[in-house]
C-alpha cells in the first residue's frame, strides 16, 4: 500500500473514521469493550500475538467481554505511547509479496505500576477480571533451571513479602490481589503464561503458589487448589521494530503511530483447557484448545528456538546480522535444514494435528523471509537461559538414545565462541544477559578450551562433567579455528555419522 499526499494522522479514537482508507481498523464500539483480562508485560509480542486475537473477538462481533488491560512494571515509554494513542497501535504483518496493516483496539486501558500499585489491584481484584496472562520472559519467573524451584532469595521477593502493598514483581501483585479476591469472597482469575517456555503453565504455578506460601501457608493451599495455570504455546515471530522501520510505516500508511509492531503472516496459539473462571471464545479464531500442551510446546521449543539458537550466533560470527542473510547462504540454510531434520525431529512427539515435515517447511520459510528478518543480536541474547531450554534437552536425549548430534554440538561451540566477545574480523559483539560478566571472562581466559565454561552448574548442570561431550565440544571448538561456515560445511559433510 503506498503512501497517498495526505497528511500523516496521529493514531487516537478520534482520527480512526479517517484513518479507514488506509488501514484495517476497528470496526466495532471500543467503548462497549468490557475488559474482562489483564496481561502484565505489553511488549511487541504480546500485541502481535494475543492481542490481536482478543481483537478478532471483537472485531467478529463473537464476544465484547474480553477487553485487555495492559499492566507495565519497569518501562514509562509504553505507558506514554498508550496513553497518548488511546491504547491504539498498529500491527504490520509482511509476507513475501504484501504487507498487511491493521489498527488494534482490544487494549482497553493501559496501567503502569511503577506510577502507582492500586490502579493495578483494581484491575485485578475486579470480579470482571477473570484472566490474566504474561508475557515476562523466562528469567521473569524467578525459577531456577535446574531444581525447578522458586529463587526465595531474590530481593525483590523479600520486598514483596514485606510490603505487600506495594509488589516490585508481577507475582507479588498477583498473590495479594488473588488473597484480597478470597477475602471478598470473588472468584479467582485463571492465570495465563504466554511466554516462550517449556512448562509456562507450571512455572506460573510454582511462583504463584510459592510466594502465597512464603505469605501465608493457607493462603498458599487456597491459591494451589483454586487457581488455574494452563500451559499454552505461542509462535508468531516479532523482531523489535527499529525507529527506522517505525518512520517507514509511517511514511507507507500515513499513520502516526510510535510504537507499531511488525510481524509474519503466520501465528499460532495452542492453550490447555483448564480455567477455573471464564475462558474467552478464543476457539473461534484460530486458537486450539487441547487437553495436554506439552507436544505442542516441544516441537516448537526444540524446532523453532533451538534453530534460531544454533544459526544465531554461528551467522553472527560469520558476519550476517539478520535472519534472512543467513538463510539465503545455502551453507547455513542447509545446516538448519539438516539439524531439524535429522538430529531434532526424529526425537519428538507428533502432536495431533500436527505434520512435523510440513512445520519444518514452514520454519525454514519463515526464517528465510526477507520483509520480516529478525535481528541476529536480538537472537543471541540471554544465551545462558537458551542454552537448557532449547538446546540442551535436545542433546541429552540424542545422547541416550545414540542418536546423531554434531550439528547440536556445534550450536554450543558457537555460542562459546561468540561468548569471547569479538567476531572474526576483531568487532566487538553484543553480549548480554542476566550472565554476561561470570561467561565472558570464562570464555576469554579459556580460548579453545571450552571446559571452564561447561563447569558452569547453571547451564549444563552435569552433562558438562561427562568426558565425552566435553571432547565432542573441544574438537567443535576447534573446528571453529578455520571460521563459522568452514566449520557448517566441514560437520555437514560428517553429520549423520552413530553417535554424532
Known sequence: MAH??????????????????????PTYDRAALRPGLVHFGVGGFHRAHQAVYLDELAERGVSSDWGITGVGLHNPAMSEVMKAQDCLYMVVARGPDEDRARVVGAMREYLFGGESSEPVFDALVSPETR???????????????????????????????????????????????????????TPPFTVLSCDNMQHNGHAA?????????????????????????????????????????????????????????????FSQWVVEDRFCNERPPLDSVGVQFVDDVEPYELVKTRLLNGSHFAFAYLGYLAGYRLSSEVMADPVFHEYVATLMRDEVAPLLPQPPGMDLAHYQRTLLERFANPKIPDQLARL????????????????????????PHRLLTLSVAGWFRYLRGRDYAGEEVPVEGPMRDTLLPLAEEAGDDPRPLLDVAEVFGDLGKDPRFVAEVTEAVQALREGPREAVTAYLAAAGEPGG
Open 4 to 25: 497517498t499526499t495526505h497528511p500523516d494522522l496521529p493514531l487516537t479514537n478520534a482520527t480512526l473514521p479517517a484513518l479507514a482508507g488506509r488501514v484495517a481498523v
Open 131 to 185: 484472566l490474566v496472562t504474561l508475557t515476562i520472559t523466562g528469567s521473569g519467573y524467578l525459577i531456577d533451571p535446574h531444581t525447578g524451584e522458586f529463587d526465595t532469595d531474590d530481593e525483590n521477593v523479600a520486598a514483596d513479602l514485606e510490603d505487600p502493598g506495594n509488589p516490585d514483581t508481577v507475582f507479588g501483585y498477583l498473590v495479594e490481589s488473588l488473597d484480597r479476591r478470597r477475602r471478598a469472597g
Open 205 to 265: 504455578r510454582t511462583a504463584t503458589v510459592s510466594l502465597a506460601r512464603l505469605r501465608d501457608e493457607r493462603l498458599g493451599d487456597w491459591v494451589d487448589r483454586n487457581v488455574a495455570f494452563p500451559g499454552c504455546m505461542v509462535d508468531r515471530i516479532t523482531p523489535h521494530t527499529t525507529p527506522e522501520e517505525r518512520d517507514a510505516i509511517v511514511a507507507t500508511f500515513g499513520v502516526e503511530d510510535r510504537w507499531p509492531v511488525i510481524t509474519e503472516p
Open 380 to 403: 543471541c541474547r540471554r544465551g545462558s537461559q537458551k542454552m537448557p531450554m532449547y538446546v540442551l534437552p535436545s542433546i541429552r536425549e540424542a545422547r541416550d538414545r545414540r542418536r
